[in-house]
């Protein structure tokens, strides 16, 4: 069992920076961030897979978010910029065990708590 801590988030004005945090406490094969509205279904954003350092995002991000990781740490980072108040919503970290790339949510095993991100107008 992995469980995944995750960090950062917060109130931030529309074209402003956040970073978000995740640790694992065990290996994966990828780790990523999805996010939520109320009454939408949980979106992928961002997905880093560990063995080849591939990097996959969603369009809505592409270009504003960075997704990175310290392998020492075993942690993942979402860097975000130049936010909107459309990505604001819960933004949960997620990691998978599966050997190929997925952004559906039913790839991924392990779930962190989730955390707020709000971007004001």
Same mark, same amino acid.
């Given at each position: 069992? &992995?469980?995944?801590?995750? $960090?950062?988030?917060?109130? *931030?004005?529309?074209?402003? $920076?956040?970073?978000?945090?995740?640790?694992?406490?065990? $290996?994966?094969? %990828? /780790?990523?961030?999805?996010?939520? *509205?109320?009454?939408?279904?949980?979106?992928? &954003? @961002?997905?880093?897979?560990?063995? +080849? =350092? =591939? +990097?996959?995002?969603?369009?809505?991000?592409?270009?504003?978010? +960075?997704? $990175?990781?310290?392998?020492?740490? =075993?942690?993942?980072?979402?860097? /975000?910029?130049?936010?909107?108040?459309? #990505?604001? @919503? &819960?933004?949960?970290?997620? @990691?998978?065990?599966?050997?190929?790339? +997925?952004?559906?949510?039913?790839?991924? #095993?392990?779930?962190?708590? %989730?955390?707020? *991100?709000? &971007?004001?107008?």
């Amino acid at each position: 069992q &992995v469980q995944l801590v995750e $960090s950062g988030g917060g109130l *931030v004005q529309a074209g402003g $920076s956040l970073r978000l945090s995740c640790a694992a406490s065990g $290996s994966t094969s %990828g /780790m990523g961030w999805f996010r939520q *509205v109320p009454g939408k279904e949980r979106e992928f &954003v @961002a997905v880093i897979r560990w063995k +080849t =350092n =591939n +990097t996959y995002y969603a369009d809505s991000v592409k270009g504003r978010f +960075t997704i $990175s990781r310290d392998n020492a740490k =075993n942690t993942v980072f979402l860097q /975000m910029n130049s936010l909107k108040p459309e #990505d604001t @919503a &819960v933004y949960s970290c997620a @990691a998978t065990s599966r050997t190929y790339y +997925t952004s559906s949510t039913r790839g991924y #095993d392990y779930w962190g708590q %989730g955390t707020q *991100v709000t &971007v004001s107008s």
